[in-house]
């Protein structure tokens, strides 16, 4: 009896496939074709893509969007111009030779090629990390030796920022914008306007560092944090930052840290510092002094360094994973 409903299991599935086969499947609108069989035929169209009902996605042209999942058509822009996701459109007054860097991937970096004072406006869809609290977006010479400093002025409502008009700026080597994340956590174009300040054109990268950062202020040479919860293990990215006050301008600073992960698996991260005087907080993309610690449950890590201007001496910890853990700090200034 088993061997025959299997038998017949198998009969009717090959009668559907031939079905399908012969007479094809027609997807509603909003869905195309993906499989041969009668269990779930359709898939919904993706972000950027239409699916008119003939049972095939098509990507949207320049100058349409399909901001959402599942849509039939495309949507027009007014500007005659779409990011190259096809999701968001172009603001108007965008110039028409603003040119778009493209990050594939939330992380990724980006290469802004041949920015110059004749042209310096730009514009780059910025995939948000919605867990996160802001974004910290640099931009940093493509040749790490000649450091080009640039002014960056950036906007979201305009397609051409300036030093009249722009939400965000940043100036200097690894000019850094400190952008909030929107709280729906959706995709957004970002509009720039960058010029180079010793050069007529320069190849930049940018970069950008989605954090959750807790900050320590303390004036004392030692001090310790403990069950600092899992609230620092939340994403991808995270930073401490660590503020050590009253330093004078030049001196001599020995930052020792050492973090206890509370678990027997090992632990791996960064500590960083700029002594760029236009660098608050310092990451892996904008610091021009990065430690790494080793990979162990229990490990010691030291950075040496001239603070940089007076005031307070500013040093961050990255890291990808780190629960629970007991930091202890240490800190000697020597004039």
């Known amino acids: 009896m088993l061997r025959s409903l299997v038998a017949l299991s198998s ?18 609108p909003g869905t195309y074709h993906t499989s041969h069989t009668l269990f779930d035929p359709c898939s919904v169209c993706d972000q950027g893509h239409y699916c008119p009902g003939d049972d095939r996605m098509y990507s949207c042209a320049n100058g349409t969007i399909a901001p959402s999942n599942g849509m039939a058509y495309c949507v027009p822009c007014e500007s005659k ?25 939330l992380y990724a970096e980006e290469v802004f090629d041949e920015i110059n004072v004749k042209n310096p406006f730009w514009f780059a869809t910025l995939l948000v990390e919605e867990s996160s609290k802001i974004l910290q977006y640099t931009f940093a010479d493509e040749d790490v030796k000649r450091s080009t400093p640039v002014v960056v002025y950036a906007s979201t409502i305009t397609g051409k920022p300036s030093k009249d008009n722009y939400m965000y700026m940043a100036m200097g080597q690894n000019a850094t914008l400190s952008i909030p994340v ?9 509009y720039f306007s960058i010029v180079p ?3 007529e054109s320069v190849k930049m990268l940018g970069k950008p560092f989605y954090w959750f950062r807790r900050s320590y ?17 939340k994403f991808q990215t995270n930073e401490v930052v660590f503020v050590y ?12 840290i050492t973090v206890d992960s509370k678990t027997n698996q090992g632990t791996i991260y960064e500590l960083c510092y700029s002594n760029l005087k236009n660098i ?15 990979f162990r449950s229990v490990s010691t890590t030291s950075l040496t360094t001239n603070n940089a201007k007076e005031g307070p001496f500013v040093v961050s910890l990255t890291t990808f994973e780190l629960k629970n853990a007991k930091i202890s700090v240490s800190v000697n200034v020597s004039h």
């Open 11 to 28: 009969v009717v599935v090959v009668l559907c496939l031939l079905i399908s086969n012969v007479m094809g499947w027609r997807c509603s």
């Open 81 to 105: 111009r779409s990011n190259s996701f096809r999701t968001l459109c172009v603001l108007v007054d965008t110039p028409v030779q603003a040119r778009e860097a493209v990050h594939n991937t």
């Open 182 to 190: 929107p709280n729906d956590g959706q995709p957004v174009i970002m």
């Open 197 to 199: 300040l010793e050069v």
């Open 217 to 233: 202020i303390f004036s004392t040479n030692t001090f310790t944090i403990e069950n600092t919860g899992d609230d620092l293990a």
């Open 245 to 256: 006050n009253a330093v004078p301008e030049h001196s001599r600073v020995n930052f020792t």
């Open 280 to 294: 608050d907080f310092p990451n892996r993309n904008n610091a021009n002094v990065v430690v790494t610690s080793p």
